[in-house]
C-alpha cells in the first residue's frame, strides 16, 4: 500500500475538526508536518493528531523532500501563493475552497497545474457524500426516463409536449445559524456568501445539462440571500440561505425535478423521490462515526433522537452531543489519494473550480447593485 507523506498548512478549526483527524485515521497517510504562523497551535496538532513535526514558514514544508502532498486549510485569501510553489516542487495540493478571490489567482494556479503535471483538488466535498452521489445517480436516470409513474389525473393526450417538459427546477435550501459564526465573516469583504455558497453553487453546475447564462441574487450579502442560476436550456436552480435559523433543524435540502419525477435529498441522511418505478421511495443513510448512539435513522429518527438527546443532556447537566452527517470530507480526499495513484478521476480538479468562483463572485456583485448579471463564456470556460 502506497503511503502519502502529507503536511497541513492552517491549522484552524476546519483543519483540526476534519483534515488532521481524517489523515490520522487515514491508512495511506503519513502525517509528517503541521504548518500554522502560531508555533503552539502547529504544536498542539502535533501532539494531538501525531504529526512528526510543526512548523510555522510553509515555504520550508513546499520545499521538503520528506513531503508528497500539500493539505492547504488556510483562509481563502492564502491560496495562490502557496499552491502555485508546491505545485513547481512537485507536490500535489488538496486545497478547502474557496479556491481563490480573484480571476487572475485562479487562472494563475489552474496554469501552474497544467505546466507542472502536478493536480489540485479543492475541496468541494459535497460531491463525495454519499447522499448526493446516489441523489446524482437517481437524477441522472430522471434526464434519461421517459416512463416516469402516470399522474392521477392524465390529461397528456390532450396537448403536444411543451419546451419546459426538457428543462430542470431544483432548489437549495440552506438554513444557517449565526450564532455560530466566526467574527472574521463579517469583517471579510465576501463573507459567507462567497466562502460558503460555492459548496452549492458547484453541485449546480454539476446537475445541470447546459451552461449558465445569467445570474441574480437579492438579500443581504452578509446571510439572508435567495439567488437564481438561469441555464441555456431554460433550466432554473434558486439557493435559499437564511443566517437566522436553528441548528437544531436540519441544514441541507435538495429538491430537483426533472421528466416528471422528483427527487429530495435531505441533511445527507435521507433521499425521497416520486416518479423512478424501479427505485426505492426513500433511501436513508447513517450518521458519521461516533453517533453510534443513535438507534434510528433517516429525517425521522433525526429529530426523534435530536429530542431525547437533548431531554437526557438536560437531565445529566450537560451538553448535548451532536448528530453529525456524512458531508463526503474523509471520501473527498481519499478519492483523490486514489487519483495521485492512478486509479479514477479527480473528484474536483481545479478547472472544475473556477467556473463556481466566477460565478459565486458575479452573484455577489449582482446582490449588491440589485440587477441580473449575465454569465458568459469568459465564466465558464478557461483556455488551453
Not at 508528497?68 to 488556510?74: F, R, Y
Not at 494556479?109 to 446516489?134: D, F, M, Q, W
Not at 430522471?142 to 419546459?164: F, G, N, Y
Not at 443513535?294 to 448535548?320: C, D, I, L, N, V
Request: with cysteine; charged share 25%; hydrophobic share 40%.
Amino acid at each position: 500500500m502506497k503511503k502519502h507523506r502529507m503536511a497541513i498548512i492552517g491549522c484552524g478549526a476546519m483543519s483540526q475538526g476534519t483534515h488532521f483527524p481524517n489523515a490520522q485515521k487515514n491508512p495511506r497517510v503519513d502525517l509528517i508536518c503541521a504548518c500554522d504562523i502560531n508555533r503552539s497551535v502547529a504544536e498542539q496538532c502535533c501532539a494531538k493528531f501525531g504529526a512528526q513535526r510543526a512548523e510555522t514558514d510553509w515555504r520550508k514544508v513546499v520545499e521538503a523532500k520528506d513531503i508528497d502532498l500539500i493539505v492547504l486549510g488556510t483562509q481563502h485569501n492564502i491560496r495562490g501563493e502557496v499552491i502555485i510553489p508546491a505545485l513547481r516542487h512537485g507536490k500535489p495540493v488538496y486545497t478547502e475552497k474557496p479556491l481563490a478571490p480573484s480571476r487572475k489567482e485562479m487562472f494563475d494556479i489552474v496554469y501552474a497545474s497544467r505546466e507542472t503535471k502536478a493536480p489540485v483538488c479543492v475541496g468541494h466535498n459535497r460531491r463525495s457524500s454519499p447522499a448526493i452521489l446516489e441523489f446524482t445517480r437517481l437524477l441522472d436516470k430522471a434526464w434519461q426516463t421517459q416512463t416516469a409513474t402516470p399522474p392521477a389525473v392524465d390529461r397528456s393526450a390532450e396537448r403536444k409536449h411543451i419546451a419546459e417538459e426538457k428543462q430542470m427546477q431544483l432548489l437549495i435550501r440552506v438554513n444557517d445559524d449565526i450564532r455560530s459564526w466566526k467574527g472574521w465573516i463579517f469583517r471579510d469583504e465576501e463573507g459567507v456568501f462567497f466562502a460558503e455558497m460555492v459548496h452549492f453553487i458547484d453541485l449546480a453546475l454539476l446537475f445541470n445539462r447546459s451552461r449558465p447564462v445569467r445570474g441574480f441574487a437579492e438579500g443581504s450579502a452578509r446571510g439572508n440571500f435567495t439567488m437564481i442560476l438561469r441555464f441555456a436550456d431554460g433550466s432554473i436552480t434558486t439557493l435559499f440561505h437564511t443566517m437566522v435559523g436553528n441548528f437544531d433543524y436540519p441544514k441541507e435540502l435538495f429538491e430537483a425535478t426533472v421528466h416528471n419525477v422528483t427527487i429530495a435529498m435531505d441533511q445527507h441522511i435521507e433521499i425521497r423521490q416520486s416518479g423512478l418505478k424501479d427505485e426505492s421511495q426513500l433511501k436513508t443513510f447513517p450518521f458519521s462515526e461516533g453517533c453510534d448512539w443513535s438507534k434510528e435513522q433517516g429525517m425521522t429518527g433525526y429529530f426523534h433522537e435530536m429530542t431525547r438527546e437533548r431531554q437526557r443532556a438536560e437531565q445529566a447537566g450537560e451538553t448535548p452531543r451532536w448528530l453529525n452527517v456524512n458531508k463526503g470530507h474523509y471520501a473527498h480526499m481519499d478519492r483523490f489519494l486514489d487519483h495521485l495513484e492512478g486509479h479514477g478521476p479527480n473528484p474536483n480538479d481545479v478547472a472544475s473550480a473556477v467556473p463556481v468562483n466566477l460565478i459565486a463572485l458575479k452573484l455577489l456583485e449582482s446582490v449588491r447593485l440589485g440587477l441580473p448579471v449575465a454569465i458568459g463564456p469568459e465564466d465558464w470556460q478557461i483556455p488551453e
